[in-house]
């Protein structure tokens, strides 16, 4: 029963009814042959959130949101598109609509026809349908294209137009399968601009597939971790970003080190771990059982909670190499090779002067608090 | 950068050959026919003179006019026949075939007739067709009918029957290809924005595929015109489409007229394919309606 | 909802596919029927008219075939219509090839080229063979098989070798000749030992078209072989005079020598493609 974003009006009116979820996924299962594309995923999403699914490729996100269009049948679990169960319903019963990879564009219609093609579907009078394709042709700043057909068209213009199609019927959720992945890396920003405003306008649900980390979390209100047809974490981006659930999680997003180890010791709100590189203390919430002596557990720490500046609080410490250095502006990243091989990245604030270079070993250390505890299956 | 320069002496000289025989073989014959088709006199050499006689004559005969009539009757018979039964089998490998074993397998038995003589395959309808044929024993035996069905040998419908047989692939041919060139998107995209399969069919799928339709419709026309064996082995004497005009003609050594007969089916034949290309070439940049 | 099957929407559209699968099968048979029809009728027995009933089984008619006599010998010209299809395969493949590659050397009206190629498929075998006729009897040139025929079968088959390597070279990536050329080869060597090898399973397609369209040909052929016949001609005469079973020992047997002929190109142009194609290298 618990709503993944508040809706501040609706709460304050006491006795309201709860506004129903735009969607709701219940332990769907698919599998082609003996392939499970997705294993039991359940989302809740409320109405007007904007959700990325991101995950490496094959990790079963595509499958979900096409799942979710109708254009596949789970064998298992159920669909619910506004309260309503649609898990047996066809594409074109859905209050949806959809923007494909690669546009999908009619290439025998012009622009106009086809962005009103959804509303020639639901019947509406021609003299509704020219208005509304105008109106929006307007607000999307195409009205120009209006007469030309798609093949004239350039990959932006494309996209535009892709959307338009899409909103124009208003649905309830629209789905994104990798929507800017087709155009160039300059217009990216831009358009990714223009759709989280367009959904906080619009207020409908967006559901947009990626395997994009930055589109992921800078878009989402809630960020859905997939992989291998499971969800691993789903939550706010700084959840997700800060407190890794798993170890897969903490390796896929960008700048955390990732330890793996056994327990040594249990204390009180705090856990000894024994790793390859050296035994850590790692603080575990005081809510959840304990794990056993001796199992294997994971943990990471952000990138730019390691100090090389070595002073009493920070009880973690390791002996590394420095083997590169890479400056992005804003951070400058130290790569170090761990005495069990694997790489630590050290992040320090780019305007600071570069001191480290390679070659030169250090002590690198973090604070207690700074660890992150994996729950779950790990990576 | 390749193994012909672009524009280079060597591609056009490369292209003589062929050109050559073309135009020796092909084009010369037939405005020879042209020619020959307007020559006066009782003497058959260059010298003649040019009149409208000899078409004069055959627009004048009642039986030709109804024959070049049945002509077209027939061949757009076959067209309409061929040309639902072709987009349905197309459909149905490209669409429904799911494993690609299967859809091999099935084009291959399609295709591989396609390979051996239409004449033996227009014979091989004779056993079907007669008094004593297949088509009749298997009525008689399942109790349809009592006694033999003349009508289908020597008959209208017995040729088209045969020429269904031959000629439908020409027409699935095209539709294929098209049909393979659709991407799935397409169709899943129309069935988000709320159009159930027919209308997906009828406003995407099929608008998509009408150049192959009327590629394989064209081809079609182009065979059926020509067709002189089937006519002749199924119907027998008994029946005669334009072209067996030509062939009796040509035996009977009345040369002017063969050309004449031969001239007419020429422009039936020209006028269907500048038809096709202008509706294929509209329909390329053409609208949805 | 637990417990019922889930049949779904994509389940209830199967409807549409087995109507249509159906029409395909049911169609298939049509197709094939009567050619099985033919195959089996060649075996009637001595007595078996040109229809069932087949009055016992045996190769009777085929023994006809191998015995003939001067009024039905199919077997001369099976050797013509054989030496026929040999030579215009060849000369299909040279000329096709040329063409294809002056196409690529996109010289100035190469259109027209293109569609002076197509008018040999859309002009009426018929009308090609009359006008060509009446043209070599204006000449005073006496029509023989080995001559004019030859001439119009090529005409007919060369237009589908054409196409068959303008695909070829459509789908040919050119880099590769790029390549030989500057590692110093000449532009006719890098054809000659580059380009010919990679495209060989297209001339071989090519050479599949011109056999099998000349070997079957007999509207072009009617009015250029002169007195001597080809097998299609002397099948259809035999049509004229009296239909035995014996034309389906004719119709058997030639279309059992265009199978095998087919499949040997095939199997020759598969084991070409194999050799010469990259290896996609797996994928995990």
Known sequence: ?379 | MSTIRIRSPASYWLAVPAAAWMLGVVVVPIVLLVWVSFWGGRAFSMASPLTFDNYARFFANQTYLKLALSTIVHTATLMAVTGVLGYCIAYFLVMKVKSPGWRLALFLAFIVPFWTSTLIRAIAWVPFLGVNGVINQTLMYVGATQSPIEAFLYSRAGITMAQVSLYTMLAAGPVVYMLNAIAPQLREAAMTLKATPFVVFRRIVFPLTLPGVVIGQVLVFLNVMSDFATVATIGGNKHALLSNLVLLFYEGSQIRAASVVAVLLMLCMLVGVVVALRVVDIRRLGADR | MIGWPKIGWKGRLGLTGWILGIITLVFLSYQWLPIFTLGLLSFSGPTGGTTFPMNGASFHWYQELWRATVMNDFKPPLLRSTLLAFACSATTIVLSVMAAQAMRGQFRGNGWFFYLMLLGIMAPGILVGFGFAIMMRLMGVELSWDTTTFLVQVSWTLPFGFLTMLAVFNRFDKRVEEAALTLGASRLTAFRRITLPLVLPGVIGAGLFGFSLSYDEYARSMFTTGPDATLPLAIMAQLDRQLTPEIYAVGTTTTFFSLIAIMLFTFAFWAMRRSTSLRKASSA
């Open chain 1, 1 to 379: 029963m618990d709503a993944l974003a508040h809706d501040p009006v609706e709460d304050a009116a006491p006795g309201k009814a709860r506004p129903p979820l735009d969607l709701e996924l219940i332990d769907i299962r698919k599998r082609y042959g003996d392939f499970t594309a997705v294993d039991g995923v359940s989302l809740k999403v409320s109405k007007g959130q904007f959700v990325c699914l991101l995950g490496p490729s094959g990790c079963g996100k595509t499958t979900t949101l096409r799942c979710i269009a109708g254009l596949e049948e789970p064998d298992d679990g159920e669909i619910l598109i506004g309260g309503k169960e649609a898990t047996k319903d066809p594409p074109w019963q859905r209050d949806i609509a959809m923007m494909f990879q690669d546009f999908a564009l009619f290439p025998h219609m012009t622009v106009a026809k086809q962005v009103g093609f959804g509303l020639e579907m639901l019947r509406r009078p021609k003299a509704e349908i020219a208005r509304r394709v105008q109106h929006i042709l307007k607000s999307f700043e195409i009205a120009v294209l209006a007469d030309r057909k798609p093949a004239s068209l350039s990959g932006g213009q494309r996209q535009r137009v892709a959307l338009a199609r899409a909103m124009i019927t208003e649905p309830r959720i629209l789905l994104l399968d990798e929507p800017i992945g087709a155009l160039d890396y300059s217009l990216r920003e831009t358009v990714m601009l223009e759709l989280k405003l367009l959904q906080q306008r619009t207020g409908i649900s967006f559901i947009w597939v990626t395997h994009d980390q930055n589109e992921a979390f800078s878009l989402g209100d809630l960020v859905v971790v997939m992989n291998h047809a499971r969800i691993e974490q789903q939550g706010p981006p700084e959840e997700i970003l800060q407190r890794p659930a798993t170890a897969f999680v903490a390796g896929f997003v960008q700048g955390n080190n990732v330890f793996r180890g056994r327990v040594k010791e249990l204390l009180a709100g705090a856990l000894r771990i024994e790793t390859p590189v050296g035994t850590f203390l790692v603080p575990r919430p005081l809510a959840a059982p304990p794990p056993m002596l001796g199992s294997e557990v994971s943990f990471s720490v952000r990138a730019e909670q390691i100090t090389d500046a070595v002073f009493e609080r920070h009880v973690n410490r390791l002996s590394a190499v420095c083997t590169a250095v890479e400056y992005f502006g804003a951070v400058r990243r130290h790569v170090f090779e761990r005495s069990d091989g694997e790489v630590l990245k050290y992040d320090q604030f780019g305007a600071h002067a570069a001191r480290i270079v390679p070659g030169l070993r250090l002590v690198l250390g973090w604070p207690a608090e700074a660890a992150v505890l994996h729950a779950g299956v790990g990576g």
